[in-house]
């Protein structure tokens, strides 16, 4: 079976609350099914997806962010988390972000692009595997976007 072109990875913890939104948006995408070419991964510990982005060709992280913005996900390439705050990424203390920058100083072949998607939700996450209304709703946000995004 020939390695997918792009991958869907969901960050979280599933004892955390909200912080299980990546997690529970690849869930959503299990069930409803990935197209052809693309595979989705779940990840509780950001350091192991390194391994995944060697040779594909787009790498799409859904993570929480702690943030006040709303409810609608927030869209950026690792040029623009780069740029804006890089501290707003992830809620782990290793994140994402750090994965990424993992793989690219490794020197790979080929350098995927990149995109996070953010699931906007409030500060500190207590114990407990429900999320909150508003993580619910950015995460069918999230769904609804990726579905359109990978042509669904």
């Given at each position: 079976?020939?390695?997918?072109?792009?991958?869907?990875?969901?960050?979280?913890?599933?004892?955390?609350?909200?912080?299980?939104?990546?997690?529970?948006?690849?869930?959503?995408?299990?069930?409803?099914?990935?197209?052809?070419?693309?595979?989705?991964?779940?990840?509780?510990?950001?350091?192991?997806?390194?391994d995944a982005f060697e040779g594909v060709r787009r790498v799409i992280i859904v993570d929480a962010c702690v943030s006040e913005s709303g409810e609608e996900p927030l869209w950026m390439t690792y040029d623009e988390i780069q740029e804006e705050n890089p501290a707003l990424v992830s809620s782990h203390t290793i994140?994402?972000?750090?994965?990424?920058?993992?793989?690219?100083?490794?020197?790979?072949?080929?350098?995927p692009q990149f995109t996070f998607v953010l699931i906007p939700i409030a500060g500190e996450q207590g114990y407990g595997e429900e999320m909150s209304a508003r993580a619910q709703q950015a995460k069918a946000s999230a769904v609804s976007q990726l579905l359109q995004e990978l042509g669904v």
């Open positions: 079976m020939a390695k997918a072109e792009i991958i869907v990875i969901g960050v979280g913890n599933p004892f955390r609350g909200d912080d299980a939104a990546g997690l529970a948006v690849i869930d959503e995408l299990e069930r409803i099914g990935a197209p052809a070419g693309v595979s989705l991964l779940k990840i509780t510990e950001p350091t192991k997806m390194v994140g994402a972000l750090q994965a990424v920058e993992l793989f690219l100083a490794l020197g790979n072949e080929t350098t």
